[in-house]
């Protein structure tokens, strides 16, 4: 059986996605900034050792660096090709499942774009498709694995799972007060 690394919530957010194959372009910027990404983790782990004040500063800088690039990468013209929708989803900090109208292949690749609701949160996430289940009412569930979101992205993600966990016990235990 396999065990997971975070909680998981049913949630009400929008989402969008775009297969990531369908631009060359954008899959040698995310190459780069991966690849980059690495390289500065690195050099910032042999900075933090010996100096931990200007390893914190630039490990800062770098998320900050990241969220503009997300942000930017969001707002342009590759993702007003994507399909946007609000839906009920299942989702942690590892993954989303959702049920969509079009069926995709396992292992493809895609982009995804969350807005968090109620608090307008936006994170941008890559992640690859686990399975595109076909279900009874001609929907498809998909379940995806996050490969690619930036540090600071995931922990605003851990934070509005963590709040909409709290709501829902909280919700659950005023409804079971009530009966």
């Not at 954008?26 to 050099?43: A, H």
């Amino acid at each position: 059986m396999e065990r997971r690394q975070y909680f998981r919530i049913n949630d009400t957010l929008g989402f969008s996605y775009r297969l990531i194959g369908e631009s060359k372009k954008e899959d040698t910027f995310w190459s780069s900034l991966s690849q980059m990404d690495e390289q500065i983790n690195q050099l910032l782990g042999q900075v933090a050792n010996t100096q931990p004040a200007l390893g914190k500063l630039l490990g800062l800088m770098n998320q900050k660096l990241e969220r503009v690039a997300s942000q930017l990468m969001l707002d342009g013209e590759l993702m007003q090709k994507m399909a946007s929708r609000v839906g009920e989803v299942n989702i942690s900090a590892c993954g989303i499942g959702f049920t969509h109208p079009q069926m995709v292949a396992a292992k493809s690749q895609i982009a995804l774009k969350l807005h968090l609701l109620p608090a307008d949160t936006r994170v941008a996430a890559e992640g690859k498709v686990v399975e595109c289940v076909a279900q009874a009412d001609g929907l498809y569930y998909w379940r995806v694995k996050f490969t690619r979101m930036a540090e600071a992205e995931r922990d605003l993600l851990i934070g509005h799972l963590i709040a909409r966990q709290r709501l829902q016990i909280k919700e659950s235990r005023s409804q079971n007060d009530g009966v």
